[in-house]
């Protein structure tokens, strides 16, 4: 039979991310387009002693129903953790435990969104949750980035003369695609303008503990108190993203209505998962192993960065990101972006495209994502030399 | 501040079932409300081992992320597995792991509905699927239960009068809550009429390995020779829950666009889970424990159905499940249910009032649900005394 998609399913198409991130996963190709921790990241041995014990332990809980809330225990240890540590969670938040942080960004568009909304976002901006945004139905409305976030100017600009934003979805920290950070300051401001015209902000924080020298600014969470603020909390990044375990905390009706919409989705988080998660922030030496990740990441980004000087510099611009996985490099108007990015997977090196993380990927763009937590040192070298090879043939 | 939901979100309220299973959870309450398999169904030792097997030889594997479609050796097991051992999906099928076959529904909903279509469901059906089927802004339309499976005139009826059905979702193995199996004869005149009326259908089968004496019929997907059948399949009932794994097998279109829709709730399931059910499934006994759930839920339902005549059968009516979890009971006029239901908490035993799996919880409804599988045999006997007892309050 032929099949006819609704409206909203219609719009989306798989994932140039995850299409290319099956390409990268051919063999001797060199992943620079993935966004996966670094395989010396993950506390293999901790966290298979904590599975082993939680069998002997609990072997039945481990495989039985749970509630879709998330288990108690990993819900108030986050609430605890993040609102001493963070300022961010109030008394009138909020846990909820979710697939990933991904799966907030879908609860948050079809909670909030539908056809004739429109939701701002950053531009560029991390393609899963655009998809997921966009999957409501709502109109995707790009604001440029600049050095330090979102142009403010513009933001206000659509905040004013649209009527029908309902949702600002923003990745304050070491941004994905572009590596960049919003200022102390532009978060006041979109802060403000979220009070002054009303709309949800979606605070969406992955990799904020990845910070190379200094923590980033506070969460926008953090000066909510108007319980305006979805706070978008990740595993993925600080401990496995093969568990898929992340976070909302948000005002106690959004996580009631997000509950009753994760119910739909698939009814609770894998309960094993949820249990490691909570053993291993408390009752291990969380703190140490997050400063054990910053080492990692500092390390690569320093030498992803010391050969993008040597060997991008001269023709490509490139952002240099404070923490984080990505640097978002764009070419000179003399090279097509697309030609290059095919060219450089025949010099064996995947990176993406920029058009990935736009709104609308007709949007004319000239830059593309580097991903260097994947790869290793080696790849990395081999990389950007390979990459500076792709170059030299637009020459 | 003051939230104004989607209008799809808005007719989203938590669910009935999970707020009594929390009830249901309060000490010395009698679970009969749950749907949870029974603590001895599971293989913990055998699951125990594998994950420590897995965490030793591929520990890294087990934490990083995956593909979206699931992994591929567990895809092609099931895939090889239904169509062998079931004639349940074709070459021109593929399919998706999912988060537990809800997601199935979810994925199903979203792809295809919208505001002003219809889907049409089994009335009373699963209250998880209603949810998930509802979130698509469509109308769901329920058609009367009889002793074996829908009132095909009834269907039939709306589906000649409607001109906007896009879906008819069924549960044709013992079905929840009802206990009901579709005749195999039901089965090919649902699937005529789908053909006739060009509507798509999903085949919801968690619990059709759990049969007591004789298999059920063939499913629809075995007879769906236009790729018109969506087949949602489950781990939680014949493994366990708590990984969150099902799968969907379907047209290959309708798989990428599952596919990308998964991407936006949550990228995909937990890794280590679907190696669990694959290493289960590959390398174990899977046909012996299989076996052995049968015996298990045969003894709890022949108990539960003794302990019905003994208790009950003076004032209820109820089904004889051939398989499954559930049976469905229906007080006499005389006996409002919703005060039943209270009452019998009061007696410490939780069952599900049946408006919670209608389409529309106003309609008027004297049933309630019970499961037999999660209480113990001596909760069972002192749960059915206690439902006599409540019973005798109304005399």
């Known amino acids: ?9 219609d719009v989306l198409k798989p994932s140039a991310i995850r299409e290319i991130l099956k390409l990268s996963s051919a063999p001797g190709i060199i992943p620079f ?56 969670g109030s008394d009138d938040d909020e846990v909820l435990i979710t697939c990933g942080a991904q799966q907030v960004m879908s609860l948050a568009a079809l909670s909030f969104c539908q056809k004739g909304d429109a939701i701002i976002c950053e531009s560029p901006s991390f393609v899963g949750s655009i998809n997921a945004l966009k999957l409501s139905g709502a109109e995707l409305v ?26 600002i979805y923003i990745i304050p920290n070491f941004q994905n695609p572009t590596g960049i950070t919003t200022s102390e300051e532009k978060r006041k401001q979109i802060y403000a303008l979220a009070c002054k015209y009303n709309v949800l902000i979606i605070e969406d924080n992955p990799y904020g503990d990845l910070y190379f020298k200094n923590p980033p600014p506070a969460t926008i969470k953090s000066i909510d108190t108007e319980n305006r603020v979805i706070y ?51 009752e291990h030496d969380f703190e140490g192993h997050l400063n054990n990740l910053r080492d990692i990441y500092t390390k690569k980004a320093k030498l992803a960065l010391d050969l993008a000087e040597e060997y991008l510099s001269d023709t490509v611009t490139y952002t240099k990101p404070d923490g984080g996985l990505f640097m978002w490099c764009t070419l000179p108007d003399s090279i097509d972006m697309t030609a290059f990015v095919k060219k ?20 004319a763009c000239n830059s593309f994502r580097i991903n260097y937590s994947t790869p290793t040192d080696d790849e990395l070298k081999r990389g950007f030399a390979a990459l500076k090879q792709a170059l030299d043939t637009f020459k």
Chains 1, 2 share one sequence.
């Open 344 to 363: 450089a997977l025949e010099y064996m090196v995947a990176v993406v495209p920029g058009t990935a993380f736009l709104t609308d990927a007709a949007i």
């Open 1 to 9: 039979m032929e099949y006819r998609f609704s409206d909203n399913a």
């Open 232 to 282: 978008a909390g990740s595993f993925s990044k600080v401990l496995s993203p093969g568990l898929r375990i992340g976070y909302a905390i948000a005002g106690k009706p959004i996580i009631a209505k997000f509950t009753a919409l994760k119910q739909t989705q698939d009814v609770h988080s894998n309960i094993l998962a949820q249990h490691i998660c909570y053993k291993f922030m408390s």
């Open 33 to 88: 387009s993935a966004g996966n921790p670094a395989p010396e990241a993950f506390p293999t041995d901790i966290i298979g002693g904590i599975t082993e014990s939680l069998f002997k332990t609990d072997p039945i809980g481990m495989l039985q129903y749970s509630v879709t809330e998330g288990y108690m225990p990993l819900r108030n240890y986050v609430k605890d953790y993040m609102a001493k540590k963070y300022r961010t």
């Open 142 to 167: 790009g604001i440029p980035m600049q050095q330090d976030g979102m142009d403010i100017a513009a933001l206000e600009n659509e905040l004013s003369t649209r009527k029908n934003v309902k949702l």
